[in-house]
Nanobody, 126 residues
């Protein structure tokens, strides 16, 4: 069973950058697909980005395309989300998760992923 631990969240001003990390244990990320979501209390988790098993396929939500970049470091067994030009609307708890079965969908539901990390808070002020 894969276990995931996110880190890298924090409080920043609009326009700043953050890099979120998701350290995996129990299984190598290299053969897995994974993704990032975020959630505001009272709403469903929102898909942000996904990456395929070979680190070639990536997909992004329109809301973050061009600002966020997903990547994997197989040597460190860690998933990343580089976030640039942050906006107050990006304020949320960010989660990483493993894709249950890889598919080239372009958009994903939280039901396509398990297990999940515990989340890391990102707060962007104007």
């Amino acid at each position: 069973q894969v276990q995931l631990v996110e880190s890298g969240g924090g409080s920043v001003q609009a326009g700043a950058s953050l890099r979120l990390s998701c350290a995996a244990s129990g299984r190598s990320l290299g053969s897995l697909s994974a993704g990032w979501f975020r959630q505001i209390p009272g709403t469903e988790r929102e898909f942000l980005a996904a990456i395929g098993p070979g680190n070639v396929y990536t997909a992004y939500a329109n809301s973050v395309k061009g600002r966020f970049t997903i990547s994997k470091d197989n040597a460190k067994n860690t998933l990343y989300l580089e976030m640039n030009n942050l906006e107050p609307g990006d304020t949320a708890t960010y989660f990483c998760a493993i894709m249950l079965r890889f598919r080239d969908a372009g958009d994903y539901s939280p039901r396509d992923f398990a297990p999940w990390g515990q989340g890391t808070q990102v707060t962007v002020s104007s």
